[in-house]
Nanobody, 127 residues
């Protein structure tokens, strides 16, 4: 069982920045595709960014965040980050950390079974 605990959410004005953190306890080599998802009220959950944690490669970004968000991990692989810059009101959502079992390429969403989820951290971006 892997526990994921997110932090770092908050309220910012458009154009601002936030950094989300997700601590995995314990880190599991079997769930080595980790990432961030978000869900806004009335909308479907969206995969924001994912990374293959063993090598720190195969990073995926949704088109809506590419160039503004950066996913990374610490050297111990126990903490996942999402650096968010140039935030827009449409980035407002609950952000969830997830850890998944890679069936193929971590970059391809339907080749990953995300089995562990955090409780979420709210990000609110105002005009």
């Amino acid at each position: 069982q892997v526990q994921l605990v997110e932090s770092g959410g908050g309220s910012v004005q458009a154009g601002g920045s936030l950094r989300l953190s997700c601590v995995a306890s314990p880190y599991s080599y079997s769930t080595n595709c980790m990432g961030w998802f978000r869900q806004a009220p009335g909308k479907e959950r969206e995969r924001v960014a994912t990374i293959y944690t063993i090598l720190g490669v195969n990073t995926y970004y949704a088109d809506s965040v590419r160039g503004r968000f950066t996913i990374s991990q610490d050297n111990a692989k126990t903490t996942l980050y999402l650096e968010m810059t140039s935030l827009k009101p449409e980035d407002t959502a609950m952000y969830y950390c997830a850890a998944g079992i890679r069936r193929g390429n971590c970059y391809i969403g339907d080749q990953v079974e995300f089995v562990y989820w955090g409780q979420g951290t709210q990000v609110t971006v105002s005009f």
